[in-house]
């Protein structure tokens, strides 16, 4: 007996694809451009490298998504927020994570200490505060914190109870951000630390939903393509129980609910991710990581290079 016998067919899904696209980039730069000069006529200079070094951070992770076939792949700017690359795949691989990942701050560091070094040595203004920008942004990316690239990178060496150490990681990441907001009076960090709070009620109620269906013997590391008509039956029927608000949509409901299920069977599913890469890829990671935050703080604090000139003139 086939299946589909025993269990209904599991609606389909359809797939939007998004295509890289440059024009909305260029408008979303022009938005990012627009505020922070409303906001500091006075400061073209900042407004230009600042562009300058998110582009460079940000190209890396493009540039590696493409190489490793990411899907819907494209960069935007958010004006006095930053800028994100996005991008996705049905199933991962630890390798090309990491890759991506790293492609954003390692370079962006490695560009800021040399830029530190170059102008300590020509003397340069504007060498040395693009270094600073350079440094500044990408070392305070790699903090072990959600979502920065840091928090990425340490999302990748947790196997086990992955929806827990998540909450916890959202959990910390909001709190440290509030903390830091209130501390040095920005309102941009404290709400964007109360925002990530939100995250910490989604992971939370990933774990508790994943703890079920482990204890039930459910898999749910899966593409909805992959998921078997069983599994998608039993993880509905789970996340409809665990769900009161989501029960009590259903029973009011008249309508055909089954693509609005099948978005939540699929929000629940985790992407597959091959774990390939090797324990020397893992300790060259973490090597890198520590020398990136650490090497930058050494240049700076050591008497290696003479920055007198500049503190003189200001």
């Not at 300058?52 to 998504?65: D, S």
């Not at 939370?204 to 482990?214: G, V």
Request: hydrophobic share 50%; charged share 20%.
């Amino acid at each position: 007996m086939e299946e589909f016998d025993l269990y209904p067919q599991k609606p389909l899904i359809e797939k939007v694809k998004i295509e890289s696209n440059w024009g909305l980039t260029f408008f979303s730069l022009v938005l990012f451009v627009g505020t922070f000069l409303f906001l500091f006529k006075d400061q073209i200079r900042f407004v230009l490298f600042l562009i300058l070094v998110l582009f460079i951070h940000e190209m890396g992770h493009f540039v590696f998504m493409k190489l490793f076939k990411y899907e819907n792949v494209r960069m935007l700017f958010i004006p006095l927020m930053g800028a994100f690359v996005q991008g996705s795949k049905e199933k991962y691989s630890q390798k090309e994570s990491f890759y991506v990942i790293s492609a954003g701050p390692f370079p962006g560091i490695w560009i800021g200490s040399a830029l530190l070094v170059f102008a300590s040595i020509y003397q340069q203004e504007w060498m040395l505060e693009l270094s600073f920008l350079f440094l500044f942004l990408n070392v305070i990316n790699l903090f072990p914190i959600d979502p920065l690239d840091g928090g990425q990178l340490f999302k990748l060496y947790v196997n086990k109870k992955r929806d827990l150490f998540l909450m916890l990681f959202a959990l910390f990441s909001s709190m440290l951000m509030i903390f830091v907001g209130w501390m040095i009076d920005s309102y941009i960090i404290l709400a964007f630390g109360f925002l990530m709070g939100f995250k910490v009620r989604g992971f939370q109620r990933n774990h508790h939903l994943r703890k079920i269906l482990d204890e039930k013997q459910i898999p749910y590391e899966s593409t909805y393509d992959d998921l078997s008509n069983e599994h998608y039956a039993k993880i509905k029927e789970v996340l409809i129980e665990e769900t009161p608000a989501l029960k009590k949509f259903l029973s009011i409901s008249e309508d055909n609910n089954d693509e609005f299920l099948a978005s939540h069977v699929n929000s629940a599913l985790l992407a597959p991710v091959s774990k390939d890469a090797g324990k020397a890829m893992k300790i060259t990671i973490i090597c890198l990581w520590l020398l990136s935050l650490t090497f930058p703080v050494y240049l700076l604090a050591s008497d290696v290079l003479d920055f007198s000139w500049y503190f003189e003139k200001y």
